[in-house]
């Protein structure tokens, strides 16, 4: 092939990848590099704003928030419940809570909301449904039954499905045997009228939140959150932009985005906001939750802390840890390590959510 002058050769052309690193490398325009708390307080409240944005929070409109109670299971150590709660119209959230056996009339309990990640199944593996198809299997690969953990250490959990997975997967995924979730198909249909499928997600969790602090079972003061894989993807944006969730885990999810979403570009579709990175990385997300308590849980071996690992963690981590210090809270950040890959661990997760929730 012959070029004109001044055209490069066939080494001289960039590959779609190299070009997007190009325009990552000039992004992250809200990066976190304040050093006061007053600083961090005006620079979380700009962030925040335009977080939501990008979401496309402006999309939503209120509406009556029904609430449907459709069955009940006695269970060992607690009561599982199922609803149905509306978030817009025409939209309905369907969540299992999980109520401790041990809860006295009149007594409100701290709360946690248990996002489910990309299993076989959705919120039945969260709440160890057990007699549902495939939840034995997610929870002995992924242990992903923490909604239940939470509810026998005290708490009460809530166990939702993300909108594209479970009940709400779309139509065709619903037909057949096989389960998939649906989030590329949310993104296609959402990203044209400004939304995207994680936003959609962490509203209905902000409508979520709204139910718990009417419930009279629940201390609306101590609500926490937390998630595997794509459930901390979801608590993670969460905590980010609702300030009444007051201690967080993200799970499986917590790592650079160039490594992990823009080289390995192969993941779910609902990891992929529009303009994200061109704003934020994830340790800036994470800063947006500073000074409230947020545990990092990193399994060694898993495949999506990206080419250079643990690294590509921990250098999002010293990001994050500056909002913190810069608040004066250093301690309310942790991070915990586990030798496996990709799944719950939790060992440092729970004696974390005590002491601080």
């Known amino acids: 092939m012959v070029f004109n002058e001044g055209i490069p050769n066939d080494n001289g052309f960039l590959t779609s990848l190299e070009q997007m690193k190009l325009v990552f490398s000039k992004g992250c325009r809200q990066r976190f590099t304040k050093t006061t708390n007053a600083e961090l307080i005006e620079w979380q409240q700009e962030s925040r704003k335009l977080l939501k944005d990008l979401l496309g929070f402006k999309t939503f409109e209120p509406c009556d928030n029904k609430l449907f109670e459709l069955e009940t299971e006695n269970c060992d150590g607690y009561t599982r419940i199922k609803y149905v709660l509306q978030t817009e119209e025409h939209v309905y959230l369907p969540f299992f809570a999980l109520i401790p056996a041990d809860i006295k009339p009149g007594e409100k309990r701290p709360s946690v909301i248990c996002p489910q990640g990309h299993f076989a199944r959705a919120k039945e593996s969260v709440a160890a449904v057990r007699h549902e198809e495939n939840v034995e299997k997610d929870m002995r690969e992924f242990h992903t039954h923490h909604g239940e953990d939470f509810a026998k250490l005290g708490y009460i959990a809530f166990c939702p499905d993300a909108r594209g997975f479970g009940e709400r997967a779309e139509k065709a995924a619903q037909e057949g045997d096989k ?5 590329a198909n ?3 249909m959402g990203i044209p009228l400004g939304r995207c499928a994680v936003g959609m997600s962490v509203w209905d969790l902000v409508k979520l939140c709204d139910y718990i602090e009417t419930r009279p079972d629940c ?5 926490g959150c937390g998630g595997l894989s794509g459930g901390g993807m979801q608590t993670l944006y969460f905590a980010a932009v609702d300030t009444r969730i007051k201690c967080a885990c993200t799970s499986g999810y917590f790592y650079g985005a160039l490594e992990s979403l823009l080289e390995m570009n192969v ?3 609902c990891n992929y906001i529009p303009g994200m990175w061109t704003h934020f990385d994830m340790c800036d997300i994470a800063a947006l939750i ?3 308590p947020l545990i990092v849980e990193t399994g060694l071996r898993d495949d999506l802390n990206g080419r250079s690992g643990l690294e590509n963690v921990t250098s999002q981590l010293a990001v994050t840890q500056k909002a913190y210090d810069a608040a004066m809270q250093g301690d309310n950040l942790a991070h915990t390590t586990f030798d496996a890959g990709h799944k719950w661990d939790g060992t440092d997760v ?4 005590k002491k601080h929730l």
């Open 179 to 183: 389960w998939k979730c649906t989030c």
């Open 186 to 188: 949310l993104n296609r």
């Open 219 to 223: 201390d609306p003061d101590r609500i």
């Open 267 to 269: 993941n779910c579709d």
């Open 290 to 292: 500073a000074p409230r």
């Open 350 to 353: 729970y004696p974390f959510f």
